[in-house]
Every structure is written in structure tokens, then in C-alpha cells.
């Protein structure tokens, strides 16, 4: 019989390098079927100064899928900046979280659930503007942007020498291995976004989304935005669902003045 995993610990991925800058930590939360090699790229672009962190959540889907079976997905959040603090004695100084992770961060944050100091980035988004009640039907048609997502980031990861019917089969046996539970999760998340009271988020928020997104789409983006008061938006022209992984640079340099502004708002108050 499965058992429901328990909060992971998150680690420092990367100490911030000695002198220069004054240091701050940042806590990277990647999304669902996501994973910790999805920072890699974005990683390695990152100013020295910047203390990285990151934690390997279970709805990655080498995790335990009965994860989903509980129903308050924001404890997997609240938990990771917990083990931060509690090993740092500090921070996160900033969270930078990715499509369902990014999600659920907003869930806290519009909860007040977060230190009211955490400036957060959040890269692709989900947001649904019409309040509806989550039904069987749209847990299941979710499943086909499932597969192009989940396809798209095998190949974003390895490149156009992978195997075409490889990655389609790939993509399409996963969300079936983890059942229904995770789909369901990201329904009621995804549902509870327009009810969210977001016009009374008193902390910076960056929101970084891609023209070409089939799943967290621009439009949906911008309308979320338009609800957070301290809202900054980004739309990256030609870019997908993977940003981190798609032009890792780019992001990388909207992530350090989003941090430089965010530090020096917080300095400045």
C-alpha cells in the first residue's frame, strides 16, 4: 500500500559566491512533471551573488503520486520555504516558481500564507477568468495539453535527436502512471484561480509567460496580471511553456532586475 510522501528538504543548489554583491536567496519551485534538471540551464545563467535553492516536489512524476490524494496542495510550498528558513535562518529572500508550482505559490500568497516579504517570479502561469465548477469532463480534457506540454519538454530537454514516436509515447504513458489524483489537483487550482483575491497582494509579482503557450496561455496571463496590484508582466515572443529551458538567458536577466527592484523596494521600506 502507498503512503503519502512527506515534505522533501529543500537544499542550497548553489551558495552565493564570496565578496561583491551583498547575497540573496532564491528558492526555485518547478512544476508539475517538472523536476530539478529543469533548472539547469537557467541556473548556470545566474548572477554569482544569488544564493540558489531548490526542492524536488512530488508531483514531479518520478514522485509518489498519492501526493494529489490530499487535498491542500499549498502545504508542499509552505513546507519548502519552511526548510529554507529553518536551514538558512533566513529567506527566501525571493521565490521564482513554474507553471502549477507557480500556481500554488500564488494560492499562498494571496492567502497571506508567505512571509508578506517574499517578492515572487512566476514563469507560466495558469489562470481561468470565469468562475465555474470543476467537473469530471474538464478533468479529463486536460489530458490533451497534458501530453503536448509534457511532450514539448522532452524535446526542449533533448533536443530534435530524440525520437519522435519515443517522446509521443513518453508523453502520453506518464500522466497515465500517476492516475487521476494529480489531474485533479491541477483542476481545482486551476478553477480556483479567478476567486482568488489577488487585488489585496501587497508584495511585487512577476509574471513571465510565452506568446506560443498551448497550456498557461499569454492571454490568460495578462489577465491575471491585471488583478495583482504590484503586478510586473513579461510575455516572451516565440516561447513555449519552458522558459527555464527555452531561452534560459533571457530569463535569467528578467529574474536579477525583478530581484535588484524587489531588494531594493524591501531596502527602501
Excluded at 508531483?59 to 501526493?67: K, L, Q, S
Excluded at 528558513?85 to 527566501?92: D, E, F, I, L, S
Excluded at 521565490?95 to 517578492?119: C, K, M, Q, R, Y
Excluded at 469532463?137 to 503536448?148: A, H, K, R
Aim: glycine share 8%; net charge negative; charged share 20%.
Amino acid at each position: 500500500m502507498s503512503t503519502r510522501p512527506r515534505p522533501a528538504t529543500a537544499r542550497r543548489r548553489r551558495p552565493a559566491a564570496a565578496g561583491g554583491r551583498s547575497p540573496v536567496s532564491v528558492l526555485l519551485l518547478h512544476g508539475m512533471g517538472g523536476g530539478l534538471s529543469g533548472w539547469d540551464a537557467l541556473a548556470a545563467r545566474l548572477a554569482p551573488h544569488l544564493e540558489l535553492w531548490d526542492v524536488r516536489l512530488p508531483w514531479a512524476f518520478t514522485g509518489n503520486p498519492d501526493w494529489a490524494r490530499d487535498p491542500d496542495v499549498t502545504q508542499w510550498v509552505r513546507a519548502s520555504v519552511d526548510s529554507v528558513r529553518g536551514q538558512a535562518g533566513a529567506g527566501p529572500d525571493v521565490i521564482v516558481a513554474h507553471s502549477f508550482a507557480a500556481n500554488v505559490a500564488l494560492e499562498l500568497l494571496a492567502g497571506s500564507d508567505l512571509p508578506t516579504a517574499t517578492p515572487s517570479l512566476l514563469v507560466s502561469p495558469f489562470y481561468r477568468d470565469v468562475a465555474a465548477d470543476l467537473d469530471w469532463s474538464s478533468v479529463m480534457s486536460s489530458m490533451d495539453g497534458c501530453y503536448e506540454l509534457i511532450e514539448k519538454e522532452i524535446q526542449q530537454k533533448h533536443g530534435p535527436a530524440g525520437n519522435d514516436l519515443l517522446r509521443s509515447a513518453v508523453a502520453q504513458q506518464m500522466p497515465k502512471l500517476t492516475g487521476l489524483y494529480p489531474r485533479l489537483r491541477f483542476q481545482q487550482v486551476y478553477f480556483r484561480t479567478s476567486q482568488l483575491d489577488l487585488e489585496s497582494l501587497n508584495v511585487p509579482v512577476f509574471l513571465v509567460g510565452g506568446s506560443d503557450d498551448v497550456g498557461a496561455r499569454a492571454d490568460g496571463v495578462r489577465l491575471l496580471a491585471g488583478r495583482i496590484p504590484l503586478a510586473r508582466l513579461e510575455i516572451l515572443d516565440g516561447c513555449g511553456h519552458f522558459p527555464m529551458i527555452e531561452r534560459p538567458a533571457e530569463l535569467a536577466r528578467l529574474i536579477e532586475a525583478f530581484i535588484d527592484q524587489a531588494v531594493q523596494s524591501s531596502s527602501a521600506s
